[in-house]
């Protein structure tokens, strides 16, 4: 840049409008005070404002008048403006992780977001949008908007072939409707699913535990009547009846220890132990306990712990209720004469120890196995309870495991026996004593 070109643009950033309007005041200023103010002094602000204007007028001065309204003609483009903002908005829906879609008033989807293409299909766009949400209510709420030019249609529960419900809310879009817009109806897809599951195992939670809760109760109910009663002067009845609500109330004991046990489980849920457990002594004890309830039906125990599986980290409480809880249920439902295998083992390739109990029972049909853990659940109601069974014996491993952060995986075999498996972080010092 020349030295004369620098000079210009130094007189272009000092003759500027504000610059212009102080002198003319100082000038003012000055001939007032001085009495001046007659046609010479006139005359000499004319002409020394005349000259400034000029200069400004001639140097590209920034924010001149100008330049202000080119740039008003660049912003008033209209495909411009209105190209952007639609890519802006189209990229903010898209990024919203909750479905979408944009609805004309020929019922026809004219934008669906990313969720919205997922959970519907990805050729929405451009297809009527009774195809897709097949519900009256949903149908009803879109017309509402357009027929009887409604701002806010409510709120419709709407549950897809995969079992996903959504509380969709279908609304007036804002600035639709005006002579140069048409009207378009918004349907937000919010889901619920895992809300509704969640509420639904409550309910089926607080009806199983009132049924298995009332079974026993009604028995007792009913031996006390009968004591009071016909059998007020039966010895034999009265000790017969008396050793059956000892059962019974033993029963409920145990349901009701099982719930406080489930529940405080459930509460340390986040809280992922940090105790090392010798697993080793752990198995031969728990082995040789769960061998005297399976002593009655010939049921032996073989523990084989690897030299590098004997510790690992894990709340020492709560992992051996695990293992008593499935090495008694492999003792009572075992065939009679059997052996129960104990083992565990370092996994390969992980930092983990593998820990199994093995029967040689009836084994479980693949319809159950899914079922195994849900709270309650019983493949034969009748023998469980005979045998003392809450119901809620592999519910309470399973929770117990996820806070080890652990699966309980079963693989069964109909008349071979059934495995079950799951793994724990080993301790560094696995060869510790």
């Given at each position: 840049?020349?030295?004369?070109?620098?000079?210009?643009?130094?007189?272009?950033?000092?003759f500027?409008?504000?610059?212009?309007?102080?002198?003319?005041?100082?000038?003012l200023?000055?001939?007032?005070?001085?009495?001046l103010?007659?046609?010479?002094?006139?005359?000499?602000?004319?002409?020394?404002?005349?000259?400034?204007?000029?200069?400004?007028?001639?140097?590209?001065?920034?924010?001149?008048?100008?330049?202000?309204?080119?740039?008003?003609?660049?912003?008033?483009?209209?495909?411009?403006?209105?190209?952007?903002?639609?890519?802006?908005?189209?990229?903010?829906?898209?990024?919203?992780?909750?479905?979408?879609?944009?609805?004309?008033?020929?019922?026809?989807?004219?934008?669906?977001?990313?969720?919205?293409?997922?959970?519907?299909?990805?050729?929405?766009?451009?297809?009527?949008?009774?195809?897709?949400?097949?519900?009256?209510?949903?149908?009803?709420?879109?017309?509402?908007?357009?027929?009887?030019?409604?701002?806010?249609?409510?709120?419709?529960?709407?549950?897809?072939?995969?079992?996903?419900?959504?509380?969709?809310?279908?609304?007036?879009?804002?600035?639709?409707?005006?002579?140069?817009?048409?009207?378009?109806?918004?349907?937000?897809?919010?889901?619920v699913?895992?809300?509704?599951?969640?509420?639904?195992?409550?309910?089926?939670?607080?009806?199983?535990?009132?049924?298995?809760?009332?079974?026993?109760?009604?028995?007792?109910i009913?031996?006390?009547?009968?004591?009071?009663?016909?059998?007020?002067?039966?010895?034999?009845?009265?000790?017969?009846?008396?050793g059956?609500?000892?059962?019974?109330?033993?029963?409920?004991?145990?349901?009701?220890?099982?719930?406080l046990?489930?529940?405080?489980?459930?509460?340390?849920?986040?809280?992922?132990?940090?105790?090392?457990?010798?697993?080793?002594?752990?198995?031969?004890?728990?082995?040789?306990?769960?061998?005297?309830?399976?002593?009655?039906?010939?049921?032996?125990f073989?523990?084989?712990?690897?030299?590098?599986?004997?510790?690992v980290?894990?709340?020492?409480?709560?992992?051996?209720?695990?293992?008593?809880?499935?090495?008694?249920?492999?003792?009572?439902?075992?065939?009679?004469?059997?052996?129960?295998?104990i083992?565990?083992?370092?996994?390969?390739?992980?930092?983990?120890?593998?820990?199994?109990?093995?029967?040689?029972?009836?084994?479980?049909?693949?319809?159950h196995?899914?079922?195994?853990?849900?709270r309650?659940?019983?493949?034969?109601?009748a023998?469980?309870?005979?045998?003392?069974?809450?119901?809620?014996?592999?519910?309470?491993v399973?929770?117990?495991?996820?806070r080890?952060?652990?699966?309980?995986?079963?693989?069964?075999?109909?008349?071979?026996?059934?495995?079950?498996?799951?793994?724990?972080?080993?301790?560094?010092?696995?060869?510790s004593?």
């Amino acid at each position: 840049m020349s030295k004369s070109e620098q000079s210009t643009m130094r007189l272009q950033d000092f003759f500027t409008p504000r610059f212009i309007i102080t002198v003319l005041f100082v000038l003012l200023a000055l001939f007032w005070s001085l009495s001046l103010i007659n046609v010479l002094a006139a005359g000499v602000i004319f002409t020394v404002t005349s000259f400034l204007l000029l200069k400004s007028k001639s140097s590209t001065i920034p924010g001149h008048p100008d330049e202000f309204v080119e740039d008003q003609k660049q912003f008033a483009r209209p495909g411009r403006q209105r190209g952007g903002i639609k890519s802006v908005r189209a990229k903010t829906l898209h990024a919203v992780p909750l479905p979408i879609l944009i609805v004309s008033e020929d019922h026809r989807i004219s934008f669906a977001n990313h969720a919205a293409e997922e959970l519907l299909g990805e050729d929405v766009v451009g297809n009527d949008v009774s195809f897709y949400l097949r519900q009256a209510q949903l149908v009803e709420a879109i017309r509402k908007i357009f027929i009887d030019s409604k701002k806010f249609a409510g709120v419709i529960r709407f549950t897809n072939s995969q079992k996903r419900s959504f509380d969709v809310t279908i609304s007036r879009v804002s600035g639709t409707g005006s002579n140069d817009v048409p009207t378009q109806a918004m349907a937000f897809f919010y889901e619920v699913t895992s809300m509704l599951q969640t509420e639904q195992m409550r309910v089926d939670f607080v009806a199983n535990a009132s049924h298995e809760l009332r079974t026993p109760l009604s028995s007792i109910i009913g031996f006390i009547e009968t004591l009071q009663g016909p059998a007020k002067d039966d010895l034999p009845a009265q000790e017969r009846f008396l050793g059956i609500m000892q059962t019974e109330t033993e029963r409920m004991v145990r349901l009701i220890d099982d719930l406080l046990s489930l529940s405080k489980i459930e509460m340390s849920r986040h809280e992922p132990p940090e105790s090392e457990v010798n697993l080793a002594t752990m198995i031969t004890s728990i082995a040789a306990t769960a061998a005297v309830v399976g002593k009655e039906r010939d049921i032996t125990f073989d523990t084989n712990i690897a030299a590098d599986a004997k510790r690992v980290i894990a709340d020492p409480d709560q992992l051996t209720q695990v293992l008593i809880n499935l090495s008694v249920n492999a003792a009572k439902y075992a065939d009679p004469g059997t052996t129960v295998f104990i083992c565990a083992s370092k996994s390969k390739g992980h930092d983990k120890i593998n820990i199994s109990i093995r029967d040689e029972g009836p084994g479980i049909l693949k319809e159950h196995l899914a079922r195994l853990t849900e709270r309650f659940y019983r493949i034969d109601d009748a023998r469980s309870r005979k045998m003392g069974g809450t119901g809620l014996g592999l519910a309470i491993v399973k929770h117990i495991l996820l806070r080890h952060d652990s699966l309980l995986n079963v693989e069964s075999q109909v008349g071979k026996g059934t495995t079950f498996s799951f793994m724990l972080k080993a301790s560094k010092n696995f060869n510790s004593e």
